[in-house]
Each structure stands twice: as structure tokens, then as C-alpha cells.
């Protein structure tokens, strides 16, 4: 059984941002609400590093455990959807979700916050395979086709993967090694000491 | 395991002090720079974790609060509080005062009024005070079942009443809660007005009133017109209602950006808070009803039996019985009311 993961290549992210407006366009998802966003570390500046975030589909899923009426389930393929029908728009997922991955439509007075929404690896949800219900609320369903994430797809630099985590891990294994790391500078691919040296 | 570990942090700290004795003055010299060349991957990934204890704001296209922090550290912490800590100690201390309740009912009995109702009656409670009294508890009763559904309802409920059903409770539960939850402020403030006058502590009575274990294990102390368990439960209903609205108000409105950091800073008040007030409302709920004879008509009402004011508040009684007919809390003897009273009693 595949464990279904994203992993992001800080080495190769560009922050071109098409991740998240291919998810915003693939799964119709309103104004506000930001399933996967790219957040860059040091702007600007030497050992600038960009990131594309989204649900991590954890194991131990913070979310899941402190949801309050049991809304979070896991797919045999370990991707970790919701039943919207379930949720109460609580926020405690957003709490305790390490990746801010939980977002929510609306943020207005006495808590209404709506139904919490988030990253579902291209999913869906509980309905019916590729059914109106399931694609108004959780968008597409590109698991059911035998189809990746699009965002991960559709990553110009393939610094954004999509997949199982045992491949991933391979693939991401065999681009450290080619980067030609030395004992002391692992998934480096240039010595920052000597680039200071040589400025 | 426990001597090992303590062993281990013996010898540890054995070596911090003979390095620190080996080198008085000065820090040890930087190490050789070939050795440790840095490494921007791992320094990356410690500054996204937030290893070093400040919180990392990147920059990012989304505007939403706390858009450019990539870990949220201290989501793990609020999760553990909540699951290991709130969860568990909320729903212990809940069995163990209804069960301390039990016990003491089936020890002591409903308490009767020495020698039986007199049939006067003395006014003990405004309208005005009433009024505010029912107010708070009836929102307090609300807020409390519905913040106890959040918190204990996946374990309790659940399990019965299936997920959709649950769901439907959970989420009209949350909407009360949130709606109520602001008026419940205005009603303990005005509650605190009118009842703050005589709750005023006074040691040396109260004090002696607590030496005597309040009466529960026999004789009364002096008391005035509240003894120190009631000034306590006010004092505490004061100081832990006013944690619960101020954060229940932050965690209500999420519209100033409020980070997460701060919402889970104030669940951790919210829930303290709020899970002392409910198991200590259980005691004044137990004893404003079932326990004491005559106790209960009182907030019905307002007025008092002369005896169980004589029994339970006698430095008041005393006060209240001289200034008869000048005092306004002494009310005057309503013939229809005695009367009943007294066909009651025989």
C-alpha cells in the first residue's frame, strides 16, 4: 500500500507560485482560502530558500486528534481528508496543525468561521467519486483517475513531489548524491564558506 | 531507568564543572574552521523548525495571519496540553466531585432546619439580585454543557450518538457558546454589583467559620450574612469568570489577527479557568438544592425561614431580627405565607 507524501526541494523551489494557483484553479477553492502557498526564508539575502506548504497528510495527524467531533479520516493510501458535513468550524485543527494547513472561508465575529477546508492530495472527500457534491466541497478528484496532485504535476523545476513516500525518497536520495555532498555539507549544492571567500 | 538517568546527569554536569574549572576565564577558542564549516541546509531547516526559540517569518503571497511561519511550534505543546493534561484531569475531576457529592448524601442526608420551619420569613434576596443570580446561572449552565460537548463529547457522546448526530449537537453547542458566551460577561458583572456588599472577607469570622469545617461535619459556626464558603464561591466565580470572559472574548472575535500562538495561550486560560468554575459549580449547585432544607426557596423566592437564618447566618439574623420594621431586608409576616408554612411543618 503506497504511502501517499509531498516533499518540497528547497534546492530547487523558484517561488514561482504555479503550485498554488494550480490548486486554486483545479479545486475551485473561494477567495481566502490558501490550501498550499509558498513561504521564502532570508528574501533577498545569501541562502535565500523558498518552500510550497500544503497538508503534510501527516501519520499522527495533530489535526485528527484534537478535533473535537471526529471529522478527520485517513485513505488507505494514508492521505488524510475530512468530512465537511461533520465539521463544526471549531478552528482546534488549526491549532495544533504544524503546517497552518487547515484554512477556513471566513474569519468574522463570534468565531463563525465556516467550514474548515484544506489540501486533500487532489482526493476529494467522503461522496461519491467525481459527484457534484464531492467536487462543490472538496474540489477535484484526481486519485480516483489515477492521477497526482496537480500542483505537484505541473512544477516546472520538479521541486514540488507528489507521491509515494518510498519513491520520493529515492528520487530525492539520488539528487543529494548527484549534488556531489561531502560529509560536512550534506544537500548542499555549493559551499557557502567558499562562496564568503571568494566575495 | 530512573538511577541511570540520574547518573548520567550527575556525570554530566561532573564534566561541565571540570571544563569550567580547566578554563576560568576565558570560553573555549572557536573550533577549527575547517572542521566546521557551516552548513546552509542544516541551518535552513533548524530556522524553519525554530530551534533557536524565535519564530521565523518568511515572506509569502498570502495575507492570512501567520501565512509566512512554516512550523507552528507551539501547535505540538497546545495538542498535548489538550489531549494528555486537559482531557483527562477535566474528566477525573468531574467523576471525583459528583462521587464526593454522592458520599456526602448518603453520609449526612438531606439536612433539615433545627426545629423545624418557624414560618417567618425574612428577606434574604432582592428581585434585582435574584434576577441577576438566575441570569448568570442559566448562562453559566449553557456555556458549561456546550464547552464540556467540545471538550469531553468525542469520548462521551460520540460513541452513542453516532457522528451526524453528534455533529449536529456539537455545532448548534458551539454556536450557543459563542453567542452566549459575551452576554454571560454582562450578567456577571452585574451579578458581581449587587452580591459584591457582604462578601467582603472578614478573617476573623471566616476563618473560624472554615476551622469548623462549615458546618458539614455538625456544629455552625458565626456567620454573617455569607459565611466564607459562599464568599469563597463568589470570589472565585469573580476572579475565574473574569479569566474566562476576557479570554473567551479573544477567542470569540479572531478578527484583530490574533496569532495562533496567542488563540492557544488563552484556550489554556479559557479551559483552567472554566473546568474549575463547572466542578466547583457542582458543590453550589448541590447545596443551593438537595442538601439544606429551606435553602432553595430561598432564590426562588427571597425570602428566608427565620430558623434556617438563625441556623446557618446567625450573626445576620441577630442584625436583621433587632432593626425589625426599619430595615428593608426584614420583611413583614405575610399571614397567608405563615400559615401554609406552618400546615406544611405539622
Known amino acids: 500500500m503506497a504511502r501517499m507524501k509531498f516533499y518540497c526541494d528547497a534546492d530547487r523551489c523558484i517561488e514561482c507560485n504555479a503550485c498554488v494557483t494550480a490548486c486554486k484553479n483545479e479545486n475551485e477553492v473561494p477567495w481566502g482560502v490558501n490550501r498550499r502557498r509558498v513561504v521564502t526564508i532570508n528574501d533577498g539575502e545569501q541562502g535565500e530558500r523558498s518552500l510550497s506548504v500544503a497538508c503534510m497528510h501527516c501519520s499522527d495527524a495533530p489535526c485528527a486528534t484534537v478535533c473535537p467531533v471526529d471529522c478527520f479520516y485517513t485513505t ?71 492521477k497526482l496532485p496537480l500542483c505537484a504535476e505541473m512544477c516546472s523545476t520538479k521541486a514540488l513531489l507528489a507521491g509515494d513516500a518510498d519513491v520520493l525518497s529515492d528520487i530525492y536520495r539520488k539528487r543529494v548524491i548527484n549534488r556531489g555532498a561531502s560529509a560536512f555539507d550534506w544537500g548542499v549544492n555549493f559551499n557557502k564558506q567558499k562562496l564568503d571567500l571568494q566575495g | 531507568m530512573k538511577i541511570h538517568t540520574l547518573l548520567f546527569v550527575v556525570c554530566l554536569l561532573a564534566s561541565v564543572f571540570q571544563v569550567q574549572a580547566a578554563n576560568p576565564q576565558s570560553a573555549p577558542p572557536p573550533p577549527p574552521s575547517s572542521l566546521y564549516t557551516s552548513n546552509p541546509g542544516a541551518e535552513l531547516w533548524r530556522e524553519v523548525r525554530q530551534r533557536d526559540g524565535e519564530v521565523l517569518r518568511g515572506t509569502t503571497q498570502m495575507t492570512s495571519t501567520d501565512a509566512g511561519v512554516l512550523i507552528n511550534v507551539s501547535g505540538q505543546l497546545w495538542r498535548e496540553y489538550r489531549m494528555q493534561k486537559l482531557i483527562p484531569i477535566a474528566g477525573v475531576a468531574i467523576l471525583v466531585v459528583l462521587a464526593a457529592i454522592l458520599v456526602f448524601r448518603v453520609v449526612r442526608g438531606k439536612i433539615p432546619i433545627p426545629g423545624g420551619r418557624s414560618g417567618v420569613k425574612i428577606l434574604r434576596f432582592t428581585t434585582n439580585q435574584r434576577y441577576a443570580h438566575w441570569s448568570t446561572a442559566i448562562l453559566f449552565v449553557i456555556l458549561g454543557l456546550t464547552g464540556l460537548i467540545m471538550l469531553l463529547g468525542r469520548t462521551v457522546l460520540l460513541p452513542v450518538l453516532g457522528p451526524d448526530a453528534f455533529s449536529a449537537i456539537a455545532a448548534g453547542g458551539k454556536f450557543l457558546h459563542d453567542y452566549l458566551g459575551p ?141 425589625a420594621g426599619a430595615e428593608p431586608r426584614q420583611a413583614e409576616v405575610q399571614p397567608g405565607m405563615a400559615q401554609r408554612e406552618s400546615t406544611n411543618s405539622t
Not at chain 2, 202 to 209: A, N, R, S, T
Not at chain 2, 316 to 323: A, P
Open chain 1, 76 to 146: 488507505g493510501d494514508g492521505i488524510v481528508l475530512h468530512d465537511k458535513d461533520i465539521c463544526i468550524g471549531c478552528g482546534y485543527c488549526f491549532y495544533a496543525c504544524p503546517f497552518g494547513a487547515p484554512q477556513f472561508p471566513a474569519e468574522a465575529a463570534f468565531s463563525s468561521r465556516g467550514k474548515m477546508d484544506k489540501c486533500t492530495f487532489c482526493a476529494g472527500g467522503p461522496e461519491d467519486d467525481h459527484s457534484p457534491a464531492e467536487y462543490s466541497k472538496y474540489g477535484s478528484n484526481r486519485i480516483a483517475d489515477g
Open chain 2, 183 to 323: 452576554l454571560f460577561a454582562l450578567s456577571l458583572t452585574w451579578l458581581f454589583v449587587l452580591f459584591v456588599h457582604g462578601n467582603m472577607p472578614k478573617p476573623g469570622i471566616d476563618l473560624k467559620w472554615l476551622a469548623s469545617g462549615g458546618g458539614m461535619f455538625g456544629k455552625h459556626a458565626h456567620a454573617e450574612c455569607y459565611n466564607a464558603g459562599e464568599k469563597g464561591w463568589f470570589w472565585l466565580a469573580t476572579i475565574g469568570g473574569l479569566a474566562v470572559v476576557v479570554s473567551g472574548l479573544v477567542l470569540d472575535f479572531p478578527i484583530f489577527g490574533q496569532t495562533r500562538a496567542t488563540m492557544e495561550f488563552y484556550h489554556i486560560v479559557h479551559s483552567i479557568a472554566a473546568v474549575i468554575l463547572i466542578v466547583v459549580s457542582f458543590g453550589h449547585i448541590y447545596m443551593g438544592t438537595a442538601a439544606i432544607e429551606g435553602t432553595f426557596e430561598i432564590m426562588q423566592t427571597g425570602y428566608c425561614d427565620a430558623n434556617w437564618a438563625k441556623d446557618h447566618h446567625d450573626l445576620w439574623y441577630e442584625k436583621v431580627k433587632d432593626s
